[in-house]
């Protein structure tokens, strides 16, 4: 059983130091447990918090402990109730090959799933994010203007092309010509401004001539500066994540912009609301998101990119790469 644990806890950005790979023997199931092997490992921006000691709304892993992550995993024998061999699961396995889990926190996919991993992305996690973040705290009308950064990646694409769906005017914002081709030609946002551009600030103010009403929160930093400004009155912003500042170990260079944000929100009205995906909102929101998103990809009104790497030995770097931007789509590593 290879596993992926955490060596040492980063100081800045993670490298090859911080993860390590180690194998053992493949764990054995109990009585009412079953034995899951990984098929596919989802990665994602949360995992660099868990690497860090300081406080969060979640535990960190320990030093030694297996890297935290939820899989798709097919079930190999099982004396679960309710599960059996041969049943694909989304399960909290982390990184590594076997695990062995009593059947809670598992959600069954049956024998025969239909592309297995987009549960771990479009169907999972990251479009639920967008899709509860979006409607509930951005609540986006039609004809309003919604910027979103990330653009190309689980979250921001999500949110962009279910705000085209709302009637919005929706324009993203990603690093590098090839992902805002990709955002305005195959997602169809009206626009996409890269926030590598020296002139982003005035490349975003060009695109939303009648200002900002909604913007998502993904990253933070420049982008944020950039979009202050444009704000409208009671304007919304729910804040997602902050990608752009998650390795950072003081303050960000430069001039504090704690009175910009401040005075924005309190000038403009605007709503600012932080949320955590699975203890914000309730169960049955999430039943309404899974019927309306397998709805939105059968009709063709949501397309999604994923990113696939192989094999659990790249599962370090391909996180690294993710969290600078050298990932393009929801990044899904191959284990078996
Ligand atoms: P992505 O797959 O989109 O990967 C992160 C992306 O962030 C990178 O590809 C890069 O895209 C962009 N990025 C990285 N650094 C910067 C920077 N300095 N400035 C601007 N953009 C940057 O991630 P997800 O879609 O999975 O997640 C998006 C956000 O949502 C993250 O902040 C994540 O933590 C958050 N999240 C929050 C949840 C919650 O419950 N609150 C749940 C799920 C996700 P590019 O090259 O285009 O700049």
């Known amino acids: 059983n290879r596993q992926i644990v955490l060596a040492k806890r980063p100081e800045g950005a993670p490298d090859g130091e911080t993860l390590r790979l180690q194998t053992g023997d493949i764990p054995k199931p109990g009585g009412g447990e079953m034995l899951l092997r990984t098929v596919y490992l989802s990665l994602d921006p949360y995992m660099r918090g868990r690497m860090s000691a300081a406080k969060s709304y979640a535990t960190p892993v320990e030093i030694g402990g297996v890297m935290t992550g939820q899989v798709v995993a097919e079930v190999m024998q099982s004396d679960c109730d309710g599960f059996k061999a041969g049943d694909f699961m989304l399960a909290p396995s982390g990184w590594q090959d076997y695990a062995v889990s009593d059947g809670t926190q598992v959600l069954n996919l049956g024998n025969e799933p239909q592309n297995p991993s987009w549960s771990l992305g479009i169907l999972g996690m990251p479009g639920y994010t967008a899709y509860a973040g979006l409607l509930q705290i951005g609540e986006p009308k039609p004809g309003e203007t919604v910027v979103v950064a990330a653009a190309s990646g689980p979250v921001g694409a999500t949110v962009g092309q279910i705000a085209k769906i709302k009637g919005c005017r929706v324009v993203g914002i990603a690093g590098g010509p ?9 997602l169809g946002f009206d626009a996409c401004i890269d926030h590598r551009a020296e002139d982003f600030a005035d490349q975003l103010a060009a695109v939303c001539p009648e200002g900002i009403d909604v913007y998502f929160e993904n990253v933070g ?38 009175p910009q944000i401040l005075s924005t929100i309190l000038r403009m009205k605007v709503k600012v609301q932080g949320f955590i995906i699975f203890d914000s909102f309730p169960i049955s929101l999430y039943q309404e998101f899974a ?35 050298r990932n393009f789509g929801k990044m899904v590593v191959k284990v078996g």
């Open 221 to 258: 930093g420049k982008v944020l500066y950039g979009v202050l400004p444009l704000l409208n009155p009671f304007a919304r912003m729910p804040v997602c994540g902050m990608v752009a500042w998650y390795n950072l170990t003081g303050l960000p260079d430069g001039p504090d912009h704690g």
């Open 178 to 186: 090839e992902k805002c081709a990709h955002v305005v030609e195959t």
């Open 291 to 325: 019927r309306e998103m397998t709805g939105w990809l059968e009709d063709g009104k949501i397309q999604y990119k994923e990113q696939m790497v192989d094999g659990l030995e790249a599962a370090p770097d391909a996180l690294y790469d993710l969290l600078e931007g």
